[in-house]
């Protein structure tokens, strides 16, 4: 009888697989976000002036 994942994915007990590479997490702050986004419209929680120009 064939192991499940042998089925599954074709790999075989002692396959070899590559090592973990954990992810990175990126975090910026509100002046950065605003320096990337540029000329483009960035309201907070306040009454966006963009709705106010109507």
Partial sequence: M?????EKN???NDAVLPAYVPPT????TS????EQVGP????SLLPC???AAG
């Avoid at 064939?2 to 042998?6: F, H, I």
């Avoid at 483009?40 to 309201?43: D, G, Q, V």
Wanted: aromatic share 4%; with cysteine; glycine share 4%.
């Fill in 2 to 6: 064939k192991n499940s994942n042998v």
């Fill in 10 to 12: 074709g790999l075989s």
């Fill in 25 to 28: 997490v990126t975090v910026y």
């Fill in 31 to 34: 002046q950065e976000i605003i």
């Fill in 40 to 43: 483009a419209l960035t309201c």
């Fill in 49 to 51: 002036p963009a709705d």
